[in-house]
């Protein structure tokens, strides 16, 4: 099965920052990869799938990008409520593995 | 509205079992894809099982042989049979709708103790 990688596994950053998370598929998925946003206490949400396709509702600050094995999520300008822990997930073909998670939190 | 609410939670011992429903609102069950995903506390996303819209179903290696995905069209519901469960079974469990599970429920926590 395909293995999913995601660094850093946290970061801190200040308000209006870029921040990047990368996420890496152990092998090609093509560009099905999704980006997922939880809150602490909440359900997750889809923030991108197809890799870079910014779901609607989701601030334009969010975007993805890649293809193949790695892709990139970034926040372009980091904000208070941008606090959660973001997961990438693939859904070329079963099993649909998420990542470890990349929690987010400001300086 | 999408809506999935997500129920059946519980207390159980280890070797018990469970069933878990997940109703759904403003949408098709059976032609859509419909994922199991648990939170184990204070841990990661893991996904456990999906049905296509086919009928197909999958699951994760860790729950394969003991949990079993189905649905009610009937109902508009998906369920998630849970045999054989083990303290390593305790989580969140979320039903999450379309192929990058674009809408979720809300959760419902499923506890294996003795």
């Known amino acids: 099965d395909i293995q999913m990688t995601q660094s850093p596994s946290s970061l801190s950053a200040s308000v209006g920052d870029r921040v990047t998370i990368t996420c890496r598929a152990s092998?090609?998925?093509?560009?099905?990869l999704a980006w997922f946003q939880q809150r602490p206490g909440k359900a997750p949400k889809l923030l991108i799938y197809d890799a870079s396709t910014l779901q609607s509702g989701v601030p334009s600050r969010f975007s993805g990008s890649g293809s193949g094995t790695d892709f990139t999520l970034t926040i372009s300008s980091l904000q208070p409520e941008d606090v959660a822990t973001y997961y990438c997930?693939?859904?070329?073909?079963?099993?649909?593995?998420f990542g470890p998670g990349t929690k987010v939190d400001i300086k | 509205e999408v809506q999935l609410v997500e129920s059946g939670g519980g207390l159980v011992q280890p070797g018990g079992s469970l069933r878990l429903s997940c109703p759904a609102s403003g949408f098709i069950v059976r032609n859509n894809y419909m994922n199991w995903v648990r939170q184990a506390p204070g841990k990661g996303l893991e996904w456990v099982s999906v049905?296509?819209?086919?009928?197909?179903?999958f699951y994760a290696d860790s729950v394969k042989g003991r949990f079993t995905i189905s649905r009610d069209n009937s109902k508009n519901t998906v369920f998630l049979q849970m045999n054989s469960l083990r303290v390593a079974d305790t989580a969140v469990y979320y039903c999450a709708t379309g192929r990058w599970s674009d809408f979720w429920g809300q959760g419902t926590l499923v506890t294996v103790s003795s």
């Open positions: 997930q693939k859904y070329n073909r079963a099993p649909f593995t």
């Open positions: 049905i296509y819209s086919d009928g197909s179903t």
């Open positions: 092998q090609g998925i093509s560009n099905f």
